[in-house]
């Protein structure tokens, strides 16, 4: 039990996101901050929607470095568009 109330007493080590008009500083602190995120795209192909149809599909992603890297199969609709 003890254990437990040490565990709920530390504090969460989570800055605060910039302004949402700082768009660069927002998109870097997503990516160092989130595990999940939603890549959305512009459909380019007419397989089932029609070309211009914005879609977005949840992705897993990390930042190394600076670097974003996502976690997706080529075979993804928004990989190929």
């Not at 254990?3 to 500083?25: D, E, F, G, I, Y």
């Not at 998109?27 to 995120?37: E, P, S, V, Y």
């Not at 977005?56 to 190394?64: L, R, T």
Request: net charge negative; hydrophobic share 50%.
């Amino acid at each position: 039990m003890l254990a437990m109330k040490a565990l709920l007493t530390l504090p969460l080590l989570v800055t605060a996101s910039p302004p949402h008009w700082q768009k660069a500083a927002t998109a870097r602190w997503m990516a160092d901050t989130l595990d999940w995120g939603t890549l959305s795209t512009i459909s380019t192909r007419s397989d089932g929607i029609k070309v211009g149809d914005a879609f977005g599909n949840p992705y897993s992603f990390a930042d190394v470095s600076g670097v974003p890297y996502f976690f997706a199969s080529m075979l993804d609709a928004s990989m190929i568009d």
